[in-house]
C-alpha cells in the first residue's frame, strides 16, 4: 500500500525485535508526554473500524430503499474499496512529505466531508451521489489507516512496539461493533416495512415520502460518525504533537530493483492472489448476510432483526482473534492458516448445500475463521523479502481492491441464481487461501523458520 508501515506491516516488522522482548517488561509502553496523543490516535481505529461495518449494511439497505438489485446496491462497496486501493499511496507520500499528524487530521477531515456528502445525496434521492460520498468517505478511512499505525510506532521504545500497536488495535473491533449497531438501529431499524410489491404499486409521491424517511436515517447515521471525526480532527489539529515523520528507512530505495527481486518471488505472489481473493471474500460474507437469513430463516422477517447475526459473527471475529494468536504459539501460522481455511470450506458448503437454520449458523461461524486470515497472509507474503519488506508489503496491501471486484460478482450470482449458491464465491477463496498456506509452509522451510 505504500512505503511507509500500514497496520499488518508494523505487526509484522515488529516481530524482528523478539529477542529484545526480556528488556520491553521494564520499558514504558508510551513515553512521557505523549499519552493525549497517543489516545487521541488511537480513536482513529475505532473510527475507520466503524466504517468498515456500517458499508456492509448499506447494501440491504439500498436494495429496499431504492428497489435495487444485489448487484446495483453491492457498488457501494466498490466505491468504497476502491477508494482504499487507489487512496493508500498518495497518504503514504504525503506523510513522507509533512508529516503524521498532518495525515491523521487531513485523514479525519476528508471522513467527515464524506459523510456529510450523504446529506445532498439523500436530497437528489441519486445513488450515484451516494457513490462519490462513499468513496471520499473511504478515502479518508484509507488515509486514517495508512497513516495512523506508523504513527503509533513512534510513541514509545521499540522494545514495547508489540504491546503499543496491539493496544491501539483493540479499539478497532470496537469501532466496527459500534458501526454495526449505528447500521442496525438507526439504518434497518428506519426501514419502511413495505416490500417491493408493495412499493411498486404506490403512487409516485407515497413512495417517495417513504424513501425520503428511509435515506434521512443513512444520513443521520453517518453524520454521527462525520460529526465524531471532524470534533476529533479539530482536538488533534489543535494540540501539540511530536513533529514526528515517515523516516527515511521507512522509504522505498531502488523501486525499480526492488520490484524486479519481488516479481520473481513466488511467495509474494501467491500472497497478493490469496489476499486479493481474502478480502474479496470477507466482505461478501458480511454484506449478504442479512439476505441469506432472511431467506434461510423464516422466523427472521426484518432487515434488522437478521443483522443480528452479524454482530454474533463479529464477536465470534473478535474471540477468535485472540485464540488463534495463542494457538501460534503452538502451531506453525502456514499450517494453522490452512487448517482454519479448511474449516470455512466445510462451513461454506453447508452454507451453500444445507441452508435453513444450519446454513444461517454456519454462516455466523465462518467469521471466526476469518479473523486468523488477514494478517497471517500478510505476514507470511514477507517471509524472506529483506531490504524489500516495504514494497512487498504495499503489493499485498493494495490486493485489497478484491472487496471492490469480486462483492459485486457475487451480487450479481445473488440476483442470477440464489444468495446460498452466491456463497460459491467464498468457497473458491478460501479454497485459494487454503492452497496459499500450503505454499508458505513450503517457503518457512525453505528460509529456515520451522
Not at 499511496?89 to 495525515?103: D, E, H, N, R, V
Amino acid at each position: 500500500m505504500s512505503a511507509n508501515l500500514t497496520t499488518a506491516d508494523a505487526a509484522v516488522s515488529i516481530v524482528e525485535t523478539v529477542e529484545t522482548q526480556s528488556k520491553s517488561n521494564n520499558a514504558s509502553i508510551i513515553d512521557k508526554g505523549l499519552l493525549i496523543p497517543f489516545v487521541l490516535v488511537t480513536a482513529c481505529f475505532a473510527l475507520w473500524g466503524a466504517a468498515n461495518n456500517m458499508t456492509d449494511l448499506l447494501v440491504p439497505a439500498f436494495q429496499k430503499v431504492l428497489s435495487m438489485s444485489q448487484a446495483q446496491s453491492s457498488l457501494v462497496q466498490m466505491a468504497f474499496y476502491g477508494a482504499y486501493f487507489l487512496m493508500a499511496l498518495p497518504a503514504a507520500f504525503l506523510i513522507q512529505k509533512y508529516s503524521y499528524k498532518t495525515g491523521v487530521v487531513l485523514g479525519l477531515f476528508i471522513y467527515a466531508f464524506g459523510a456529510a456528502l450523504c446529506y445532498p445525496a439523500s436530497l437528489s434521492m441519486n445513488f450515484n451521489y451516494f457513490l462519490v460520498a462513499f468513496y471520499v468517505f473511504a478515502a479518508g478511512c484509507a488515509i486514517l489507516e495508512t497513516v495512523a499505525a506508523p504513527y503509533i510506532l513512534t510513541m514509545g521504545p521499540a522494545e514495547t512496539a508489540t504491546r503499543r500497536i496491539n493496544l491501539a488495535q483493540s479499539f478497532n473491533p470496537v469501532g466496527s461493533i459500534c458501526g454495526l449497531f449505528l447500521g442496525k438501529f438507526i439504518i434497518l431499524d428506519g426501514l419502511n416495512s413495505a416490500d417491493a410489491d408493495t412499493r411498486a404499486a404506490m403512487s409516485a409521491d407515497a413512495l417517495a415520502t417513504i424513501q425520503n424517511q428511509e435515506l434521512s436515517n443513512v444520513v443521520t447515521a453517518y453524520l454521527i460518525v462525520g460529526l465524531v471525526s471532524f470534533i476529533l480532527g479539530a482536538i488533534i489539529l489543535s494540540k501539540k504533537f511530536p513533529q514526528a515523520t515517515a523516516k527515511s528507512t521507512d522509504k522505498i530505495d531502488g523501486l525499480a530493483a526492488s520490484f524486479s527481486r519481488l516479481i520473481k518471488n513466488k511467495n509474494w505472489l501467491a500472497a497478493i492472489v490469496a489476499q486479493f481473493f481474502f478480502v474479496g471474500c470477507q466482505i461478501g460474507v458480511w454484506t449478504y448476510t442479512v439476505k441469506y437469513i432472511l431467506t434461510n430463516n423464516p422466523s427472521i422477517t426484518t432487515e434488522s432483526a437478521a443483522s443480528d447475526y452479524m454482530i454474533a459473527g463479529l464477536i465470534l471475529f473478535i474471540a477468535s482473534r485472540f485464540i488463534c494468536t495463542a494457538l501460534m504459539k503452538f502451531i506453525d501460522p502456514a499450517r494453522l492458516l490452512s487448517a482454519i481455511s479448511f474449516i470455512a470450506i466445510v462451513l461454506t458448503s453447508i452454507v451453500i448445500l444445507v441452508g435453513g437454520t444450519l446454513g444461517c449458523f454456519a454462516l455466523v461461524a465462518i467469521s471466526a475463521c476469518m479473523s486468523l486470515m488477514f494478517p497471517t497472509i500478510y505476514g507470511l507474503g514477507l517471509t524472506g523479502v529483506g531490504e524489500d519488506r516495504k514494497l512487498g508489503g504495499s503489493g499485498i496491501i493494495m490486493a485489497i481492491v478484491g472487496g471492490a471486484i469480486l462483492v459485486p460478482l457475487q451480487g450479481l450470482l445473488v440476483d442470477q441464481t440464489s444468495v446460498n449458491f452466491s456463497y460459491v464465491m467464498p468457497l473458491i477463496s478460501f479454497i485459494v487461501v487454503c492452497i496459499y498456506g500450503l505454499v508458505a509452509h513450503n517457503k518457512e522451510k525453505e528460509t529456515g523458520i520451522i
